[in-house]
């Protein structure tokens, strides 16, 4: 096995297992949410921090699970034009495109937001509520996980399509190879 394949294995083995055990954050949203729902209305009564708490996990859900969601190729895609591209067409847009747009945004993205969470850290930010969730900071904080672990996913997936394009097995467990010609009728790549 290449350098290439063990870290398209490890990356995807990453973010699979964080974006399996974030899905649970969404049955505590839920949970949450209907509790905060029934203290309010049933009980007359409601606290500052439950409320903020699953917006918090809402949050986390879709700031850490969208590295999981790029590695089953989850995000919307624009397939008018790639779906009707060969093998070899649709791999060097993978890899041109992560590399010009998807990877400098995740740079400017974490770049600009550092005053943010610094400056967060710095404070011991915690909520501007009254009884609200303490060390907003480590929220604040999800911006960076969510850059590192979608930036990884990017890099294993122009690892993937450069194994492609050298004639390896791109078949390393995961849900989104690329199309064979007679199959790309589906739109999904």
């Known amino acids: ?13 990453i973010n699979k297992y964080i974006g399996h055990a974030t899905a649970w954050l969404t049955l505590g949203t ?9 203290l309010r209305y049933a009980f007359n009564s409601g606290y500052t921090w439950m409320q903020e708490f699953y917006v918090w996990q809402h949050a986390i859900v879709f700031m850490v699970g969208a590295g999981y969601t790029s590695f089953i190729r989850g995000h919307v895609s624009v ?5 009707k ?18 990877i400098p945004w995740l740079i400017a993205l974490a770049y ?14 915690s909520s501007s509520q009254p009884g609200g969730m303490p060390a907003v900071y480590l929220l604040k904080s999800v911006i ?9 996913q990017g890099l294993a997936l122009i690892a993937r399509r450069i194994l492609f394009l050298r004639g390896h ?16 009728n589906t739109g999904r790549a």
Do not use: N
């Not at 397939?79 to 779906?83: K, R």
């Open 1 to 13: 096995m290449t350098i290439l394949e063990q870290f398209v294995r490890v990356s995807d083995a």
């Open 30 to 38: 839920v949970l949450t949410c209907f509790t905060v729902v029934v």
């Open 79 to 83: 397939d008018v034009l790639y779906v």
């Open 85 to 102: 591209m060969t093998t070899r067409r649709k791999a060097w847009v993978d890899i041109i495109g992560t590399i010009v747009f998807l």
């Open 112 to 125: 600009t937001t550092a005053p943010l969470i610094l400056s967060s850290w710095s404070i011991g930010e």
């Open 144 to 152: 960076w996980v969510f850059c590192a672990l979608v930036g990884l």
């Open 169 to 184: 097995d791109i078949d390393v467990g995961t849900p989104h190879m690329l199309m064979t010609e007679d199959s790309s």
